[in-house]
């Protein structure tokens, strides 16, 4: 059964890097702007197939289209990148702190057994 859509903005952008296709059309727009035909080009898949990935990544804001002319060549948006690292660093500092606290215990069970083998010595 699939999930209902979320309105959480994180939740498309990592639906939308959860694709290793669209990870790969961002990392072609990371070196700059191109159209659909350029984006499709190393794919095996139709220029349609790359507008529904090219879709996804505008709904989730990586991704913007503009206009020159008649094309309208893509760009990467990374600001929602940014706004996914600063959540993830959240996440690592609570980790970090829950090592902190584990490598105190460990410390502190270590004493204590080391303690125990003295006590059984004498």
Same mark, same amino acid.
């Given at each position: @059964?699939? !999930? ?13 890097? !959860? ?8 990392? %072609?727009?990371?070196? =700059? ?10 794919? *095996? @898949? ?11 990544? +505008?709904?989730? #804001?990586?991704?913007?289209? =503009? /206009?020159? #002319?008649?094309? %309208?060549?893509?760009? @990467? ?9 600063? *959540? ?7 980790? +970090? ?6 490598? /105190?215990?460990?410390?502190? @069970? ?8 003295? #006590?059984?010595?004498?």
């Amino acid at each position: @059964m699939n !999930a209902p859509p979320s309105s959480d903005p994180l939740d498309a952008l990592f639906a939308a890097l !959860a694709d290793p296709t669209r990870r790969a059309i961002l990392a %072609r727009l990371a070196e =700059g702007e191109a159209t659909v035909a350029e984006l499709a080009a190393p794919f *095996a @898949m139709s220029q349609p197939a790359v507008s529904k990935h090219l879709k996804v990544l +505008e709904r989730a #804001g990586l991704v913007t289209a =503009g /206009v020159d #002319g008649q094309r %309208r060549p893509r760009r @990467m948006n990374a600001a929602p990148l940014a706004e996914a690292a600063d *959540a993830i660093e959240r996440y690592r500092q609570i980790w +970090e702190r829950n090592y902190r606290r584990l490598d /105190v215990l460990l410390e502190e @069970m270590k004493a204590v057994e080391q303690q125990s083998r003295k #006590g059984r010595e004498i």
